[in-house]
Every structure is written in structure tokens, then in C-alpha cells.
């Protein structure tokens, strides 16, 4: 293996690009081996061919084809859910990695603050959404403390922000999130939602972590507040513009509030809510993206740690 892994990236719509451009500038394990798309007017394929990237418009295909292919050690697929299923089936006999940032799911989903280091031999892992990166954190933070009966995020984003690929994403979005809440975060029952803010100036993405707990106890609401707050900790490392946008919320539950349609039989007595923002690193995207950056922050930090992983076993034999 070579001192960096060569990686090729699917999709040269906003999310490749800007993915392409953070392994270029931030990377020290990772070399752009080839970007992919199917537009051959595209501004990614444009900018990865004045960088001196191998490009092809022919999709998959035309990346099996490349000179290069064959030191390509990870593929990011930054298409659609449809198409990665394709993509996935097309490069299976090729012994690639790969790293799905679709809610095809095909793979296992992997939060990198949460389970990455389970998932790393994975052959093909799920980014899950957007807003599964930015809110499965917290839910897995509480539930490190205190069983979780009931988890719901709310993630708002900016409409100019999400592209044709979001948009016909959309019910793939709520159930891939709803489902990783309760495989990641832990929550015995999960529910996303995702709300296209169409404001102008665009607005920063903002996210809500509501949490169904049943524990009284104000230690045990210390220890989640300390716990949640290392969990952030560890998001921004790899994610500098995420942070908490208030002080983390615990209050009783209403005797009167039904959450038994929300958390069955579960005892429940209190509920935390946590509240967030994402800034984009804006190395490609405008700041307000927050919801793209966070997903190839998150599939950047993947990647790297797969390539660490493969070069330390290589080094070990």
C-alpha cells in the first residue's frame, strides 16, 4: 500500500465536490484517485480535471474502466440511494471499500463518534443522513447514561441547500434516521423529521434531540448533561462548526402529557431536550450547509480511519 490510500469519489454534484476538495486540503492519509459523474459539463468533473484528477462522466462503469482503477482502495458514492444500490452491486467483484454517504443502507450505519471502530472491516458502510449525524450523537450519549425509551430529532436545513439528491431522498431520509436512532443511539423507538427552511438569507442548519428517559434522579441528569457534553466534544473534532446552541434542557413530564404513544410502556418521567447548530467549513459549500458538511466531514474521518487501519495490519505482516 502506498503511503496515502488512493480514493474515488461518485458524484460530482455539491456533496462529491466538497468532499473532493476536504481529502485534497485536509487529508494526509488520503490521495483523489478519480472523480465520477454522469454530466459531463458538471462543475465537479471540471474542477477535478484542472486539479489533475482522472475524471470520467460514464459513472461507475467509466470508473472501472479508468487506467487507475485498480489502486483505488475506497470508493465515496455521493449519488443517490437507487444508485448506490447499483454502484455497490457493479463494484463488488472489484474489493473496494466503500462508503455510502446515501440513505441506501445497504451497509451498516456508522456515526464516527459513536461506532466507527466496529464497522471497520467493514465492506460497505452508511453515512445515514444528515441529520443522523448531527443528532445520533446525543441520543447515543443519553443512552450511554440511562436507557432511552423514546428518541425524536428535528432537522432544519436550508431549502437552497438541499439538491435534487435530497429532495427525491426525502422519505428515505425520515426512515433510514428513524431507523439509526434506535440501531446507533440506542433508543428503543426512534422518529426523525426534516424540515426544508425556504428563509432567505439561508439559515444555518439547526437540530433538535428530544429524549424520553425514566430516571428521576439529578445526578443521573448531571451525569447525561457531562456525557452529552463530551459527545459534542467528539463531533467537533472532526466537525468544527457543530456545537450546542443552548444548555442542555431536563424537565419533568406533564402527568397529563399521553407520551405512552410515543414510548408504550416504558416508564417515563422526564424529557431532554438538546438544541444544535452546523456551520459549514465552507471549503466548497456555503457556510449555511452545515447539513452536506457534516456528512462529508463525517465520511472524510471514515475513510481515514479505514486507510490507518489497513496501513497498520499491512505494516504488521
Do not use: W
Not at 99 to 117: M, S
Not at 235 to 245: D, H, I, Q
Amino acid at each position: 500500500m502506498s503511503a496515502r490510500s488512493k480514493v474515488a469519489v461518485i458524484g460530482s454534484g455539491n456533496i462529491g465536490t466538497d468532499l473532493m476538495i476536504k481529502v485534497m486540503r485536509l487529508s494526509t492519509s488520503l490521495e483523489m484517485g478519480a472523480m465520477v459523474g454522469i454530466d459531463p459539463d458538471s462543475d465537479g468533473l471540471a474542477r477535478a480535471a484542472r486539479f489533475g484528477i482522472p475524471t470520467t462522466s460514464e459513472g461507475v462503469r467509466g470508473l472501472i474502466d479508468l487506467p487507475g482503477f485498480d489502486d483505488i482502495e475506497i470508493v465515496f458514492d455521493a449519488t443517490s440511494a437507487g444508485a448506490h444500490r447499483a454502484n455497490a452491486a457493479a463494484l463488488a467483484p472489484y474489493g473496494k471499500r466503500l462508503i455510502d454517504l446515501t440513505p441506501a443502507a445497504v451497509g451498516p450505519f456508522v456515526v464516527p463518534a459513536v461506532n466507527l471502530e466496529k464497522h471497520l472491516a467493514a465492506e460497505n458502510v452508511n453515512m445515514v443522513t444528515c441529520g443522523g449525524q448531527a443528532t445520533i450523537p446525543i441520543v447515543a450519549a443519553v443512552s450511554h447514561v440511562t436507557p432511552v425509551a423514546y428518541g425524536e430529532i428535528v432537522a432544519s436545513i436550508a431549502s437552497r441547500s438541499a439538491g435534487p439528491g435530497t429532495r427525491a431522498n426525502i422519505d428515505e431520509f425520515t426512515e433510514t434516521t428513524s431507523h439509526a436512532i434506535e440501531t446507533v443511539g440506542g433508543a428503543a423507538r426512534g422518529k426523525a423529521v426534516i424540515i426544508l427552511n425556504p428563509a432567505e438569507p439561508p439559515l444555518i442548519m439547526r437540530d433538535t434531540v428530544f429524549c424520553l428517559i425514566g430516571d428521576p434522579d439529578e445526578a443521573v441528569h448531571d451525569a447525561i448533561r457531562d456525557e452529552i457534553a463530551a459527545m459534542v466534544a467528539r463531533v467537533a473534532a472532526y466537525v468544527p462548526g457543530y456545537r450546542l446552541k443552548q444548555a442542555v434542557q431536563i424537565a419533568p413530564v406533564p402527568e397529563d402529557q399521553p407520551v405512552h404513544t410515543l414510548a408504550g410502556d416504558a416508564r417515563v418521567t422526564h424529557q431532554v431536550s438538546v438544541f444544535l447548530e452546523v456551520e459549514g467549513a465552507a471549503h466548497y459549500l456555503p457556510a449555511y450547509a452545515g447539513n452536506l458538511d457534516i456528512m462529508t466531514s463525517a465520511a472524510l474521518r471514515v475513510a481515514e480511519r479505514i486507510a490507518e487501519d489497513s496501513t497498520a495490519a499491512e505494516a504488521a505482516r
